[in-house]
């Protein structure tokens, strides 16, 4: 009788220690490899969890020539070559990101627009040549944009003569798309790859397959700030807010993101949106398309589209999407999560 | 009698291991908890990697980087906006700063620390 209960107590220990230590070593991240660079006017990195640092070399080199293909201050993009000539061919992948751009111009009624490029190099917001242009200066810079008259057929781009066409807003979620082709070859387990603020979210970080914590910055504090914190298991992640490039003059913050109609920064309440979608180029166009919509309709276009969306307004109210209510938790007591009514 | 004291070395031996086995998993958890460190990356290249105990300026081509009290900032720069300069001192795990013009990137390490896995701004 001794023997047996000290056989079970010991059995039972010794399950309860080895589940302990195995529950332990699922959660622990597998051996990653990290590489940083400056490409892209920002700052582009790739973690990979359990796979080699090839793979994460081979990302960054993806997103230097993802760069060189869409990039308007390289001489001969292709985004470049469109301005220069009126029209230019492009590969399927660049095909399709202007279909994409072309579609939510019009399901945003105008709102996210890329031919602004001559609007945003007058501003020239976070350049050198930064300044408040004067009003005839944005009335003629606005006469040349119309999203409309951008059309695609087969691997042939055309613009309207005199456009500037401009895809910052959409080529870091693009860059991130490219990425997943490389990791989709590469057999790693997990990755997480940052275009700046554009996310890629790859397979998974430890064998329990527990999710992965994204940080949204709060857009009223420093980068290192966070307003909330996204528990995703994958996906892709980008966010617009008038933080991210501005200048100040006579206590007015003037910011990058400029209204496709009135020529001026975008000033609709919001100071962020973050989108959360299966498509890279899909979060980073919608998150600037909502953010020049405002809170209603962008909400209405998130909700249409079936992508979960953040919006930080300017008095600290949080508005989620339904997709988003069990997975997102502040950082911090000065926001509120604010219902959004729905009419 | 002979096998009750077999039994009991049995485990004995099963116990043994177990301690022996969460011994190392938590030796193994505490050395991979070192100091906090800073990687700076300039070109796409770690250029170094550098111990925020330890208070030193560091200067690259283009940028002057300073560690003080555990923390690391671009102290001064050549590039025209400046902006890696306003972004302050880093400290948390996760912190990243930059130079774009000058293709540096600060970045910090702190395995003591918990932090998110990405930032989206
Ligand atoms: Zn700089």
Redesign the pocket.
């Known amino acids: 009788m001794k023997k047996i209960l000290k056989f079970l107590i010991s059995a039972v220990a010794f399950i309860v220690i080895a589940l302990l230590v195995a529950s332990d070593l699922f959660k622990t991240d597998y051996k990653t490899h990290e590489k940083s660079a400056v490409a892209m006017g920002t700052v582009v990195s790739a973690c990979i969890y359990g796979g080699d640092e090839k793979t994460a070399q081979d990302i960054i080199a993806s997103i230097e020539e993802t760069e060189k293909l869409i990039s308007r201050n390289i001489a001969d993009s292709c985004v470049s070559l469109l301005n220069k000539n009126g029209q230019t061919d492009v590969n399927g992948d660049v095909a399709y990101l202007f279909r994409l751009c072309k579609d939510v111009c019009s399901r945003s009624d105008g709102c996210f627009d890329i031919t602004t490029g001559e609007l945003s190099s007058l501003w020239d917001i976070g350049g050198e040549k930064q300044r408040i242009p004067q009003k005839n200066e944005i009335e003629k810079a606005l006469e040349k944009v119309d999203g409309t008259s951008v059309s695609v057929s087969n691997n042939t781009v055309k613009i309207k003569k005199g456009q500037t066409v401009d895809l910052g807003a959409a080529g870091k979620g693009f860059a991130a798309d490219r990425a997943f082709e490389i990791l989709e070859k590469s057999g790693v387990k997990g990755a997480v790859v940052s275009v700046g603020g554009s996310i890629l979210l790859y397979g998974r970080h430890n064998p329990s397959q527990q999710k992965w914590s994204v940080a949204v910055r709060d857009p009223f504090g420093s980068s290192s700030d966070y307003a909330g914190v996204l528990e995703l298991s994958g996906g892709y992640i980008s966010t617009s807010g008038d933080y991210e490039r501005y200048f100040e003059k006579n206590g007015k913050r003037y910011h990058h993101i400029l209204s496709p109609f009135d020529g001026y920064p975008v000033d609709n309440g919001l100071k962020s949106v973050t989108i959360v979608a299966d498509e890279g180029a899909v979060s980073d166009i919608l998150s600037t398309a909502c953010f020049v919509m405002d809170l209603k309709d962008g909400m209405k276009l998130a909700d249409g589209l079936g992508v979960q969306a953040v919006f930080i307004d300017k008095n600290k109210n949080v508005y989620l999407t339904d997709g988003l209510k069990n997975c997102f938790h502040l950082c911090s007591d000065e926001f509120n999560l604010a219902e959004y009514e729905k009419d | 009698m002979k096998k009750i004291k077999k039994q009991t070395v049995g485990d004995l031996a099963v116990i043994a291991c177990v301690i022996i086995i969460c011994g190392l998993w938590f030796s193994a958890l505490q050395s991979g908890g070192k100091s906090p460190i800073a990687i700076i990356y300039k070109d796409g290249k770690i250029a170094e990697e550098a111990a925020l105990s330890e208070d030193r300026v560091i200067r690259l081509d283009?940028?002057v980087i300073q560690i003080s009290d555990g923390k690391i900032r671009?102290a001064d720069?050549?590039?025209p906006?400046?902006?890696?300069?306003k972004s302050g001192w880093l400290y948390k795990n996760g912190d990243t700063a930059?130079?774009?013009?000058?293709k540096?990137v600060i970045t910090i390490k702190n395995n003591r620390e918990k932090a998110p896995y990405a930032v989206t701004f």
């Open positions: 283009g940028v671009f720069a050549d590039c906006d400046r902006l890696c300069v930059a130079c774009v013009p000058s540096t």
